[in-house]
Structure formats: C-alpha cells, structure tokens
C-alpha cells in the first residue's frame, strides 16, 4: 500500500490525518499523566513523545484551551 493510499484510507476510517491523530492520542494520555501523578511537565512531554516542553505545551494550549498545569490545577486530585 502507498503511503497516500494509507492515508487517504486512514482519513476515511478516522476522520483524521494519521499525524493529528498520534498527536490526539498522546495529548489524552498527557491528561491522564497530569491528573494522576506529580510527574514535571517537561518528562510528560518526553514520556509521550513530543521532542520538546514546548511543543507540547503548544500542542497542549491548542487542544484543550489551557497549559498543562492549568489543565492540572483543575483536574489533578
């Protein structure tokens, strides 16, 4: 299979690129990270994959509509 045939299929399957997909899924497990533990932001963004606090901060913001410890303060126990 091509990788524009893979991708078309995908997007039909999950209304989604595969790109913006990993990034859903690894966002949603960031906030199971951020509400069950202390882990610092910086090793949530390693443990999920992003390459930088950064990104994943921006990713994050752009998702949810608040930071990471915002998220965290809110939700966290």
Partial sequence: MSPR???RLF?????????R??????L???????TSGT???????ATIGFASADAFRRAFRTRYGASPNDYRE???H
């Fill in 5 to 7: 045939h893979f991708s």
């Fill in 11 to 19: 997007a039909d399957t999950f209304d989604s690129t595969p790109a």
């Fill in 21 to 26: 997909y990993v990034e859903r899924l690894r």
């Fill in 28 to 34: 949603e497990r960031a906030c199971v990270l951020l």
């Fill in 39 to 45: 882990l610092a932001i910086d090793r949530i963004a």
């Fill in 74 to 76: 809110r939700f966290g």
